[in-house]
């Protein structure tokens, strides 16, 4: 499946707004080194992550968001940014990914099959845009504030996050949008994703 129609599926109804630059280069500036080590997620939340960005943003004929390491900018997030009651409901969510999964397919998120996985991340995709059609959108400046993108259900805040992760990385700027990154320029937006800009996944 090409990567288009993969984030077409399952980010359906996410809100996506063009970043200003101040949330650009904050998002930029949460990328970790070369050779980070996890500080919030342990191992198995990690795996859990690692399968779910996998879904969301696959490798195909450019790196996806495991290539990115968008699993160590979501940790960094959770780390240095989140709130203790974020992290805590980011964290009781992941959880709440292994308990359907074990429901479902007797085994956890990471060890199902793809096809299991994907299937699962679209019943969880469809209930967020459920939950999000039953509340009124937020406005412009809201979702612009750095303080406002872990607000929402589990699975909204992930794919926000995952997006924003990939699409602010190296390989997401620059091989994936094929655009430029220049130390210290203002960049005015980045294109909401594929399909919005100038992404061709």
Not at 7 to 26: C, E, H, T, Y
């Amino acid at each position: 499946m090409q990567r288009r129609e993969m984030l077409r599926i399952l980010s359906a109804g996410a809100v996506l707004p063009a970043l200003s630059p101040d949330l650009f280069a904050f998002f930029r500036d949460s990328h970790p080194p070369e050779g980070y080590a996890l500080r919030t997620l342990n191992p198995h939340q990690n795996a859990t992550v690692v399968a779910m960005i996998d879904q969301i943003i696959p490798e195909t004929d450019t790196p996806g968001a495991k290539a990115a390491h968008v699993n160590e900018f979501i940790d960094v997030i959770l780390t240095e940014w989140a709130h203790g009651d974020e992290r805590k409901n980011f964290l009781d969510g992941l959880a709440d990914v292994d308990k359907k999964s074990g429901e479902l397919f007797a085994k956890n998120f990471p060890d199902a099959s793809p096809a299991q996985q994907l299937s699962l991340l679209r019943a969880m995709d469809e209930a967020a845009a459920f939950e999000s059609s039953t509340h009124p959108l937020p406005d412009r400046d809201e979702l612009e504030n750095r303080d406002k993108q872990l607000e929402g259900s589990f699975f909204s805040v992930f794919k926000r996050l995952t997006l924003h992760g990939y699409y602010t990385s190296e390989i997401g700027f620059t091989q994936e949008l094929k655009l430029e990154i220049i130390p210290g320029a203002q960049h005015g937006c980045v294109p909401r994703g594929p399909g919005q800009g100038n992404a061709d996944g």
